[in-house]
């Protein structure tokens, strides 16, 4: 087995997003997410909300609309939404078969222009690992 292992994620802070936060990597959502993954076997993709809406604006709106998302409701949307919900968000957003993901994490943080920056990760458990994962904002995989 080939082990990696995700970026530990910030706990929640309200208001750490905004202009003068100071979040990175900073724990949105996550469900069946691990800590450490068989990198032979397991699969995890990410992607950062704003290099998609460089390349991809038309079918971003298009996310957007079909799961009534607005921006500035970000990190409420993501807490109001059912796991299964936010999953198929998320795979529709980075067009990729919701079939084979069985997890997901959002993190943000802030970067030095002041403005927010968000990533999506999905995971992939394979079904003859034996990957951990967890969920929530009480997880190991959450610096404490």
Same mark, same amino acid.
């Given at each position: &087995?080939?082990?990696?292992?995700?970026? &530990?994620?910030? !706990?929640? *802070?309200?208001?750490? &997003? +905004?202009?003068?936060?100071?979040?990175?990597?900073?724990?949105?959502?996550? %469900?069946?997410? !691990?800590?450490?993954?068989?990198?032979? /076997?397991?699969?995890?993709?990410?992607?950062?909300?704003?290099?998609?809406?460089?390349?991809?604006?038309?079918?971003?709106?298009?996310?957007? /609309?079909?799961? %009534?998302?607005?921006?500035?409701?970000?990190?409420?949307?993501?807490?109001? *939404?059912? !796991?299964?919900?936010?999953?198929?968000?998320?795979?529709?957003?980075?067009?990729?078969?919701?079939?084979?993901?069985?997890?997901?994490?959002?993190?943000?943080?802030?970067? +030095? %222009?002041?403005?927010?920056?968000?990533?999506?990760?999905?995971?992939?458990?394979? !079904?003859?690992?034996?990957?951990?994962?967890?969920?929530?904002? %009480?997880?190991?995989?959450?610096?404490?």
């Amino acid at each position: &087995m080939n082990e990696f292992f995700v970026n &530990m994620a910030e !706990p929640y *802070k309200p208001n750490n &997003m +905004g202009s003068s936060g100071k979040a990175k990597f900073m724990l949105i959502a996550q %469900n069946n997410f !691990p800590l450490s993954y068989d990198g032979d /076997k397991d699969k995890i993709i990410s992607a950062y909300l704003d290099r998609i809406q460089g390349y991809d604006k038309l079918h971003i709106s298009d996310c957007f /609309k079909k799961f %009534n998302f607005n921006e500035r409701s970000f990190e409420s949307y993501f807490k109001e *939404k059912s !796991p299964k919900v936010v999953l198929s968000f998320i795979c529709e957003l980075l067009h990729q078969d919701c079939n084979i993901y069985t997890g997901y994490r959002i993190t943000g943080m802030v970067g +030095g %222009n002041s403005y927010p920056y968000y990533l999506f990760e999905l995971f992939s458990k394979h !079904p003859e690992t034996d990957t951990e994962v967890y969920s929530g904002h %009480n997880a190991p995989n959450i610096q404490h």
